[in-house]
């Protein structure tokens, strides 16, 4: 393989390292700091990440690099946290700082190094700092409180740096990742969509055989490459299934049949299945039993429709990696789990199906790309995202046929607005946006007539990877306009609001 090992020790920022891998057009996969030996090495790695992470390495059952990656030979990079575990490996030393670097900090290069070329300002997120580097090993920059603020050991190929190279707020951080995987790892830079592509064919033809599958498909940017890929692959093995749940944004049945019969050139079963899911949950208000529900509503159609076309035993689905990140994928990482996603983790146990999955491990911005090199219609790869349960999670509280509706119509004028000002697409500033709907009433004056009627929420965000985001500075004459026109067209909303929460803390839908 060409690619590296990303060792996970609890940071935040694990997935963003992932990421910065990528954009060098690296291939890497993530895993927990104790994952066992043969499933680390079966993507035979050329060298290894080890992450941040908010313990400190002198703690009572503390995270460790395990012996074997020491042993490999192979080089590696220590981030925060994996360069104070790689000094007390490696007989160096760690302390407690008496003064603690959070933000953003100076740092001075030592000497020239094959690691760091063109870096001064950092950010800094530790408490620890090294007080003794292992044998071997040299300062390559400091900064005012860190002495060792950068490692290295340029014989064995053992690096570390006190900084996150991987977050925005260190300029040029990239290129420090950069030339860890490729120059001093030597890997090739080939993970470009057209590999992507050719793999995920390969291994999407190995999984399934001759056999027929069914692609549940959404008209989202995740289904619809999922089953452009699989499509591609098998071509009329593949039978696409289009749920109407009842829960879909404005006109959505139509766009999707259109871009799938038309475009794609799939097969497509449509199911208006509506009554059924508003049925199952009415009366039901808490988000996880609701995602629970639509999945299991999901899977119990396609086991329906499965039997009129030949019972496949395959299932195709959109799921990318921060819906496994987010659900605590139990084949991936230990991440606390903050929702289910009705794809991971609000699937039936029982279900009939074997998922093929080949965006499993993409990120958002991947996958628009691989779409992109497939081909598919413009529109549809930068189409907006929509969560697999629909309109079920932004419908807070019971989601009667009569506040999905509501909810449906506010969307609209939300998207046509954002749409005419130039806010939606392809290099536009929202990567995001929707409406709420919230479970609260609040007094009004309409026409001189008292109203106590729902609030409705503006959800706006600009991000790459939608692991983070932050809210999008939207014009307050737009805001103005989206929250007019609610309040005088849709029955039932007197009042609209902004949220204006990045991600994290908040996740970027409500539910």
Known sequence: MNSIAILDFGSQYAQIIARRVREAQVYCELFPWDAPQEKILAIQPKGFILSGGPKSVYEENAPFIQKFILESGLPILGICYGMQALTHALGGKVDSSAQREYGHAEIELLITNPLITNLSTVWMSHGD???????????????GNSPFAAMGDLQRKYFGVQFHPEVNHTPNGTELIQHFAVDICGVKPNWTPANIIDDAVEKIRKQVGKERVLAAVSGGVDSSVAAAL?????????????????????????????????????ELITVDAADDFLGALKGQTDPEKKRRIVGEKFIRIFEREAKNVGQPHFLVQGTIYPDVVES??????????????????????????????????????????????????????????????????????????????????????????????????????????????????????????????EAAAIRAVATDDFMTADWARLPFDLLAKVSSRIVNEVQGINRVVYDITSKPPATIEWE
């Open 129 to 143: 700092k090294v007080t003794q580097l292992p044998e071997g090993f040299i300062a390559l920059a400091k900064s």
């Open 230 to 266: 699989v499509h591609k692959a098998i071509g009329d093995q593949l039978v696409c299934v289009f749920v109407d749940t009842g829960l879909l944004r404005a006109n959505e049945g139509a766009q999707v049949a259109s871009a799938f019969r038309g475009g794609l050139g799939a």
């Open 328 to 453: 605590s994928g139990k084949d991936r990482d230990k991440a606390a789990k903050i929702k289910s996603h009705h794809n991971v983790g609000g699937l039936p146990e029982d279900m009939q199906f074997e998922l093929v999955e080949p965006l499993r491990y993409l990120f958002k911005d991947e996958v628009r790309l691989v779409g992109e090199a497939l081909g598919l219609n413009q529109g549809l790869v930068w189409r907006q995202p929509f969560p697999g349960p629909g309109l079920t999670v932004r419908c807070l509280g019971e989601c009667t046929p009569e506040r999905v509706s509501r909810l449906r119509a506010a969307d609209a004028i939300l998207l046509e607005e954002l749409s005419k000002a130039g806010f939606l697409g392809k290099g536009a500033q929202t990567s995001q946006a929707f409406m709420v709907l919230l479970p609260v009433r609040s007094v009004g004056v309409m026409g001189d007539q008292r109203t106590y009627q």
